[in-house]
């Protein structure tokens, strides 16, 4: 083999570890991003990051979990899907080989929750039984919607209640409106570990809120932003995204203020007279959607300097200035 060869086959098993390896040994210093996790999540089957001597965060597909190992057992917060599952007790198992003994529902979206069922299979396999861990929200809404995962079998009081898991402090409560997301949607806080656990609301390196940001109750949203900002942590895992710290928490709460800044400029500069069109089969959603879509262009291109070099800038702003100009004119 020639030395060209060689050093040809060493950049690519190099850049290969980059992106296929887990840092599961390598702790991450706050405010830093995992390098290239876009590609480590979709080409891997679980990618997993260590951010204290014992909390870990899982990434399996589209997916994050959080896990604490203990002296005799294992934390799990949320367990992704139910087709994901098995890859998040890979990535569990990557690290200890201790049970999981206690898990805690986020909230009832069964994209976050419906693993519960393969982990509490492999649990029984094992002679392990899981304490499931909801607040009164949570469990409230598993029952309504009918959730087909484990029961919760301990409930915590929605204003904020203390637990302990192995001597480990960990405080869940439910946010005002479950911060905009669902009305169960909870905050997660370990403190001694510095570590928060909020989903589906910050999306760290990517910055954008989920792609229809009308799914969101934006006062909610904004008012336990600010909630969270004034908690000591150095690591929110986010359910989505990256490991994110307070400066994600900052620039999404700067993002939804531009935002607000641009729709209400728009309201003043593009005319819903100049949307009004007569015609077969044309009437007031038609002229709606029309005028929605002239608010989204003007939005766009007003916004376009500051964010126009992130991801899927011109896929979600239709939805976000849709949703902000409702939110502004309706409240």
């Known amino acids: 083999m020639t030395k060209r060869k060689t050093k040809q ?11 296929h390896c887990v840092s599961a040994s390598d702790r991450l210093e706050p405010g830093k991003y995992i ?50 599952a098995p890859a998040l007790l890979s990535a569990v198992q990557s690290v200890t080989s201790l049970p999981i003994t206690t898990v805690i529902y986020s909230h009832y979206h069964m994209d976050h929750v419906s693993g519960a069922n393969i982990i509490s299979e492999n649990a029984e396999g094992n002679g392990t039984k899981i304490n499931f861990v909801a607040t009164e929200a949570v469990a ?5 919607h009918g959730n087909k995962i484990p029961t919760p079998t301990t409930i915590l009081k929605n204003s904020g209640e203390e637990f302990e898991f192995e001597g480990m402090k960990v405080r869940v409560h439910v946010p005002f409106m479950g911060g905009g997301h669902s009305t169960d949607n909870s905050i997660i806080y370990l403190p001694e570990e510095k570590l928060l656990h909020y989903v589906d609301l910050i999306h760290p390196e990517l910055l954008f809120p989920f792609f229809n940001l009308g799914l969101y109750d934006v006062a909610a949203a904004e008012k336990s932003l600010h909630e969270v900002l004034g908690m000591d942590w150095d690591y929110v895992n986010g359910g989505h995204g990256n490991i ?12 939804l203020d531009d935002l607000k800044s641009a729709v209400r400029n728009s309201l003043s500069s593009v005319s819903f007279a100049d949307h009004i069109h007569q015609g077969p089969g044309v009437g007031v959603y038609s002229w709606i959607r029309s005028y929605d879509e002239a608010i989204a262009e003007y939005v766009r291109q007003n916004l376009q300097n500051k964010y126009g070099h992130l991801p899927n800038f011109d896929a979600i702003i239709p939805s976000h200035a849709t949703a902000i100009k409702e939110y502004i004119t309706l409240y």
């Open 244 to 255: 994110g710290s307070k400066k994600d928490v900052k620039e999404l709460l700067a993002y």
């Open 9 to 19: 086959l060493l950049a690519a098993l190099l850049s290969y570890l980059a992106i």
């Open 140 to 144: 409230s809404q598993i029952k309504r």
């Open 35 to 84: 390098p290239s996790l876009f590609d480590k999540r979709y080409s891997a089957p679980f990618t997993v990051q260590k951010l204290t001597d014992s909390s870990y965060v899982a990434f399996v597909s589209a997916h994050n979990a959080t896990f604490y190992v203990g002296e005799r057992g294992v934390l799990l917060i949320d367990t992704t899907l139910h087709d994901t």
